[in-house]
């Protein structure tokens, strides 16, 4: 996938500023012809897409596609560059990780969602489930397909919770604003407390939001398990670690103790993992 190129200073201070403050932007990232492409895609998606009825009340006028990889392996490509893998890497990888050559990513997509905000707003959360403090097991990135900003519902922050060790304090009304353009990326570790802001035009602010995380954490969704055996087999190697093929735990002791899987051991079928 095509990008806008960044230099290792450039990548530093992206990385800086997400240890800092706990989140960066980075401007026109994608071209605005591949955001076109994705936000054509993701329209139709949600045309003919049946919407959970498990979705909370209060997520209720929110528009949300999940599981984006189940829906065209296209999306798989927007969240795979080199840029992303550096930032990924150098936040979420294990380095002792057993089964795989450390120097390779093994971080893992948690969750992989499209969010167009409702007219309520999403109130302050953190997405990694527990709030770790300098350690940091998650991290979200969104590109956005459509503009953001305070009327069309963007990403607010606050600014150094990620630091807190606490879970998000909903009553702060005191919070960064993720304004941006199609094309350009947030990044922000899980830690930090975040929401949106209500959807007052009725226009749709699609953003493609990718949640990924230390490849020990459980996914939101069962991602490869329920993964099509027609796209599992077009998946690269580093596709199957990405959606956790590595990490699925073991049948039995008999089968295997470690807690992950070599790449050479990968199983040519879905439901081969799970006999
Ligand atoms: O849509 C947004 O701006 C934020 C959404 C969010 O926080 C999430 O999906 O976890
Ligand atoms: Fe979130």
Request: glycine fraction near 4%; aromatic fraction near 12%; charged fraction near 25%.
């Amino acid at each position: 996938m095509i990008t806008k190129k960044l230099s290792t200073k450039q990548i530093d201070k992206h990385l800086n500023e997400i240890n800092v403050k706990g989140y960066t932007c980075i401007k026109s990232f994608f071209s605005k012809k591949t955001i076109g492409t994705y936000l054509n895609l993701t329209n139709n998606i949600y045309r003919i897409y049946k919407i959970s009825k498990h979705i909370p009340k209060v997520w209720n006028s929110a528009k949300i596609i999940y599981n984006l990889q189940n829906k065209d392996l296209k999306y798989l490509k927007i969240i795979q560059n080199n840029i992303f893998d550096r930032i990924l890497k150098s936040k979420l990888n294990d380095p002792h990780f057993r089964n795989l050559d450390t120097v390779k990513s093994n971080y893992i997509l948690n969750n992989f969602q499209a969010r167009s905000s409702g007219n309520e707003k999403l109130f302050l959360h953190i997405d990694s489930g527990i709030p770790t403090g300098d350690v940091t097991t998650f991290l979200q990135i969104a590109i956005l397909l459509e503009p953001s900003n305070k009327s069309s519902g963007c990403t607010i922050v606050v600014p150094k919770s990620h630091k807190s060790k606490k879970f998000a304090n909903r009553k702060i009304k005191s919070y960064k604003f993720l304004e941006g353009s199609p094309g350009d990326v947030f990044i922000w570790d899980g830690n930090l407390w975040h929401g949106s802001l209500p959807n007052e035009l009725g226009l749709n602010r699609w953003a493609l939001i990718a949640t990924f995380s230390n490849w020990r954490f459980k996914q939101i969704f069962d991602i490869p398990r329920t993964l099509s055996q027609k796209f599992y087999k077009k998946l690269t190697i580093k596709e199957k670690i990405l959606l956790g093929y590595l990490g699925i735990p073991s049948n039995s002791e008999h089968d295997r103790v470690s807690s992950s899987i070599k790449v050479a051991h990968l199983k040519k079928n879905v439901k081969d993992f799970y006999k």
